[in-house]
């Protein structure tokens, strides 16, 4: 079947750096804009960082500039999600999706009411002491 699994959550400390992964199967992931949103208890999802199919393009949101980096290595079929000086309010449960765009920018893409094709099932990430 289609489908993309998130790893690397985990407890860190603030300050600390996690790196996670999303890793399609059933399907070629070079040709699809991939996502990584959040979700933190009480609140709504949101967008954390998109990368288009070529990877050429990226967005961010402001909350995490300089801090986080996407990338994406088609061979593996894996997008990558590097997070560094990790925040107490990075805790979340963190998403990937996958996007196939006929057109638009990798930024309208990046906000979870976007019609993704794939959806993972989330990997939690939790920042204490």
């Known amino acids: 079947q289609r489908q993309l699994v998130e790893s690397g959550g985990g407890l860190v400390q603030p300050g600390g750096s996690l790196r996670l992964s999303c890793a399609a199967s059933?399907?070629?992931?070079?040709?699809?804009?991939i996502g990584w949103f959040r979700q933190a208890p009480g609140k709504e999802r949101e967008g954390v960082s998109c990368?288009?199919?070529?990877?050429?393009?990226?967005n961010y949101a402001d909350s995490v500039k300089g801090r986080f980096t996407i990338s994406r290595d088609n061979a593996k079929n894996t997008v990558y999600l590097q997070m560094n000086d990790l925040k107490p309010e990075d805790t979340a449960v963190y998403y990937c999706a996958a996007a196939w765009m006929v057109g638009g920018t990798v930024q309208s893409m990046c906000n979870p009411s976007y019609d993704f094709d794939h959806w993972g099932q989330g990997t939690q990430v939790t920042v204490s002491s």
């Open positions: 990368i288009s199919s070529s990877g050429s393009s990226t």
């Open positions: 059933g399907f070629t992931v070079e040709y699809y804009a």
